[in-house]
């Protein structure tokens, strides 16, 4: 059920002579998705990109590079689809090279991706795995060093959130011991592992970015799983980047909101709760994965040295966590 999406029409755009001495035009935050009718498909797990009538957005025909990761080595975990691909995106025109980590089942969102990167030609390595799995948390890290030639920057934005949409809210009696365990071992263990690898391999200057989530400063009663999950992580941050400072490794983190992807449809958020919950806040919808792009790049760009410990929330005008 693949639609025809309005990206080929954009693609004589892009390509290596990415308009990069263009004066840059402004974007109105308000109305950039204006009337987009936002459909994901059904619920289950894990849910494709490739089945949404309408795509996320992930900077495919806005994104541009100025070469701020030239030549520098990335792993981004969850990197098939939603904010994931969208950093994928930014971090290849920025000049990166990119290993990805993704489940097995999406490799078809992961096909696409390459495909549609090939035309402007870009690349990036693949290495599908369960992150559940802590050896093979440990096997990621170095094989991506070992293709890529060297890791500089690891991107944790791989995740898991159970059902979380009010229509399927459960009382605290009634949530599994599983879901605890699932969105626990995904989102910070394996981010515990992955760290724990990656820091021997991280030279001076190189960087850590994980994602959190808005979710935490907001007292959602449906998410006790999740939103302690996200908590972790921010703690992690914190204390990794004092930690770390004195290897010249700095830490930092991405807190977005309610973003449009495959993994909110996984949450179970149906077109209604989308447009209910996005249309509650002072921008009047939900985030677009395009939208936080930018600030995974701006974290991970070695200019940036006194940034470290810090969480920058991209939640449209609602307070993030600081
Ligand atoms: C960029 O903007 C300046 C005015 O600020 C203009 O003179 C110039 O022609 C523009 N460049 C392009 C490539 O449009
Ligand atoms: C959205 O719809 C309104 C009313 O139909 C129209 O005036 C406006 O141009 C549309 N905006 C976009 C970005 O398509
Ligand atoms: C965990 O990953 C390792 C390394 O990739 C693999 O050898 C092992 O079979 C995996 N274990 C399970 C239970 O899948």
């Known amino acids: 059920m693949r639609s025809a999406s309005v990206l080929p029409v954009f693609m004589g755009l892009l390509g290596a002579g990415l308009a990069q001495n263009e004066n840059v035009t402004l974007i109105d935050p308000i109305n950039r998705y204006d009337n ?12 494709l990109q490739r089945d949404f009538e309408v795509p996320p957005d992930c900077g495919e025909t806005t994104y541009v590079g100025r070469g701020r990761l030239q030549g520098l080595n990335a792993l981004i975990t969850g990197g098939d ?22 489940l097995p089942e999406e490799e078809p969102d992961v096909d696409d991706l390459a495909d549609f990167l090939q035309e402007e ?19 990621l890290v170095h094989e991506a060093a070992d293709r890529l030639g060297g890791l500089d920057i690891m991107v944790q934005n791989a995740a898991y959130s159970g059902i979380l949409s009010g229509e399927s809210w459960q009382p605290i009696e009634s949530q599994s011991t599983e879901q605890l365990e699932r969105i626990f071992r995904t989102n910070v263990f394996a981010n515990f592992f992955l760290t724990r690898a990656a ?22 009663s449906n998410a006790i799983d999740y939103g302690s999950s ?5 703690y992690m941050i914190r204390s990794l980047s004092a930690q770390l400072a004195p290897k010249g490794i700095r830490v930092n983190g991405v807190a977005p909101g309610l973003t449009y992807s495959p993994f909110l449809a996984s949450g179970g958020f149906t077109a209604e709760a989308i447009s209910t919950i996005g249309g509650a806040n002072a921008y009047g919808r939900i985030e677009q994965p395009a939208e936080l792009a930018p600030i995974y ?26």
Do not use: H, M
């Open 36 to 47: 987009l009718t936002l459909s994901p498909p059904a619920q289950g797990f894990p849910i």
């Open 81 to 102: 689809s939603g904010i994931g691909r969208s950093v994928v995106i930014a971090f290849l025109r920025e000049g990166a090279n990119v290993a990805i980590n993704y």
């Open 121 to 139: 030609g870009l690349s990036f390595e693949r290495i599908p795995g369960d992150l559940l799995n802590e050896t093979f948390c440990t096997e």
């Open 199 to 220: 820091v021997p391999l991280l030279p001076r200057g190189g960087s850590i970015v994980f994602t959190t989530s808005g979710i935490i400063n907001s007292v959602d």
């Open 230 to 234: 996200k908590a972790s992580i921010s």
């Open 297 to 322: 790049v701006n974290l991970a760009d070695p200019l940036a040295t006194y940034a470290s410990g810090n969480i920058w929330a991209a939640t449209g005008s609602v307070p993030g966590p600081v």
